[in-house]
């Protein structure tokens, strides 16, 4: 190899192992910001659309909820369902089974309640372990910086790594879907991904598939100064469930995020 081709293959090796770098610090700020989550309570809507092979829409519902922090378990008290507010008897029986909840919770032992919040802390760390496997799943490159929302970003394109063996089968399923991530510069934290499937997922023995060209967008914002949790996430394609074709898009957002306290009201008036 001549010397000048070695020496201008240098910079595209150095980029490439920086944003492999950048996207694992990012995995690694994820799982922090998913505990310090139960620091708060927020709101929640969900938009469901499906439509027909001729693009009319068939059906449309609106669920809405309140998510709250009953002794460090997430709890979530619904306002709407089906787009239809909830009735008098459905937000009473709502909150007596929250009555119930704070009720058991009250009474649990200092080592009792520790005992619950390590197991549920160590079954959503399984859940999440497949994100370290992210920096090794993709082939990543640096292609610009950008801003959003007044803060430089980095965007790297995130192509399936053929080569690489999965450990987890979410992993297995991350090697159908390539993205762009958009992380912030200053806090290398991913503010923005848009995913899209190039292969077929299944699951529930082939019960279940989602078919390729399906597409994932997912947003995230700064919280007082503080750390990141969820803005935005919509899905949009078209899957086959148990023989039936069903087609639309699916959108979540999630607002209002409020530092819990003891002042904070965990049950309703």
């Known amino acids: 190899m001549k010397a000048g081709v070695f020496l201008a293959m240098i910079p595209i090796a150095l980029h490439a192992q920086d944003a492999r770098e950048i996207v694992r610090k990012s995995v690694q700020l994820d799982q922090s910001n998913g505990r310090r989550a139960r620091d708060y309570t927020w709101t929640g809507q969900r938009f469901e659309r499906h439509v027909n092979d001729a693009g009319q829409v068939t059906s449309e519902k609106r669920d809405r909820w309140e ?13 709407e369902r089906n787009s239809k507010p909830l009735s008098a008897g459905e937000l009473r029986k709502q909150q007596e089974r ?3 909840q704070v009720a058991m919770l009250r009474n649990e032992t200092p080592d009792q309640k520790q005992r619950r919040l390590a197991s549920e802390e160590k079954a959503r760390e399984k859940d999440r372990e497949f994100l370290s496997e992210i920096p090794d799943l993709y082939h990543l490159r640096i292609e610009r910086e ?9 965007v790297i394109s995130a192509t399936p790594n053929p080569s690489y063996k999965p450990k987890t089968s979410d992993g297995k399923d991350l090697l159908k879907i390539k993205g762009t991530l958009w992380i912030d510069q200053a806090e290398y934290q991913w503010v923005r991904i848009e995913a899209e499937t190039v292969g077929t997922l299944t699951w529930g023995f082939f019960l279940g598939r989602v078919n390729p060209g399906a ?8 919280i ?9 996430q919509m899905v949009s394609g078209t899957a086959r469930i148990i023989g039936k074709k069903i087609s639309g898009d699916e ?3 999630w607002s209002n995020y409020k530092k819990f306290s003891v002042e904070s009201n965990i049950v309703g008036q």
Do not use: M, S
Not at 67 to 79: A, D, N, P, S
Not at 215 to 222: A, N, P, V
Not at 224 to 232: G, I, M, S
């Open 215 to 222: 597409k994932l967008i997912f947003e995230e914002t700064r």
């Open 98 to 100: 929250i009555d119930r």
């Open 67 to 79: 998510t709250i922090i009953l002794y460090g378990e997430v709890c979530r008290k619904f306002t």
């Open 224 to 232: 007082n100064d503080e750390l990141w949790l969820p803005k935005r």
């Open 251 to 253: 959108e979540i957002t």
């Open 146 to 154: 950008d801003q959003i929302e007044g803060r430089p970003v980095w």
